[in-house]
């Protein structure tokens, strides 16, 4: 075994015989998102900000207080001869009471997905996501690790056959380049494996910290249901809520403009204060709309709803299309994986086993055996890769169910 081999095996087993940590799993990478990723405390203050401005929406306006002198004499004290009238002053909108400035009407059901109890949803696919990708990466330097001892023994045993006269001299050369290419391959996915854990430890919100390994093997989750059954409940999807809540903001603008356009009504009621004595006054006031009817506003707002709408509608559209994609990817990746799992990897296996014990007692050529080297591990590395497909998959279609 070359040197470049052997220390790539001690890396490799200090990063399995014995880490520091125990190699993390799929929950504790969520639980570690749910505590450090910054945008779940930003989440938690607009979900904070949207309740405060429901509860600020629809209240009354807030009242003033006037005080005036009327008739007040030019000479002498003003204050003592003329009439002082103090009292509130109460606006009275005459369109109803201003609702909801902003999304508001739409945060009720965005609640429960912010919820401390789990992630929003566009997080947990992040990371399902990226440690999809990091378990793959896994799986496949293991692979690789074991590629490289197969194509170590392989050159071994060309070596002794060659000693013994049985194979000519270039068998040997064609194994060392076998084990060439397996000690490449492996430096590279030594590689991919540190990136891959760089990338999950960003998704988890600490990217100084990669964890040491993951946990994760070579099963598949099923679809999550039918297709019809996702369809179906495609409208209650977070990110279909949030377009709907933005077509929403811009209609509940267009109410206000509407309403804005009505003046409201202010009441005046005062005290009278005079050297004759004192009285009660009463008064209202209303603007009149001579100079601007707000007609402006109201198109602008109402052209603004209507393209949130439209925008809403195409947007349903690209989720629509997401979700099937998904799914047949997931479907498609799933069975793949069964089949490879069950059949394909276990023969392959089988046949490279034989091949090499054939090899070794100088019943066949080099060529058999590499012809079986080669189908185990491309079966071995398309059986992963359909799992990291399928993990890739569902973590798409967690946003859209």
Known sequence: MSKLLLTLAAVLALGTAAPAQPPLTLEDALASARAARPELAAADARLRAARAATEQAGAWPNPAGFLRLEDAPREGDAWLGAERIVGPSQPLPLGGRPGPPSRAAATPPETPRHEPAAPPPDVESEVRAAFAAAVHAREALLLRREAADIASRLLDMTAHRLEQGDVPVSDRRRARAELGVAEAALAAAVATDEAARAALA?????????????????????????????????????????????????????????????????????????????????????????????????????????????????????????????????????????????IVVPETRAALASAEAAYAAGETGLTEMLLARRDWLEARLAHIGLVRDAGLAGAELLPLI
């Open 202 to 342: 960003g998704a988890m919100g600490d990217p100084s910290r990669p964890p040491a390994a993951v946990s994760g093997g070579e099963s598949v989750a099923p679809p999550p249901g039918g297709l019809d059954d996702l369809l179906a409940g495609l409208d209650e999807a977070p990110l279909a809520l949030a377009a709907r809540s933005r077509a929403a903001e811009s209609e509940a603008l267009a109410s206000a403009a509407s309403r804005a356009r009505i003046p409201d009504l202010d009441l005046e009621a005062g005290l009278r204060e005079s050297p004759a004595g004192s009285s009660f006054d009463l008064g209202f006031r209303i603007s009149l709309p001579l100079f601007d009817r707000g007609g402006a506003g109201i198109s602008a707002a109402r052209a603004e709803a209507e393209a949130a709408a439209a925008v809403a509608r195409a947007d349903r559209g690209r989720l629509e299309a997401r979700l099937r994609a998904a799914h047949a990817t997931l479907v498609a990746a799933a069975r793949g994986a069964g089949i490879y799992g069950e």
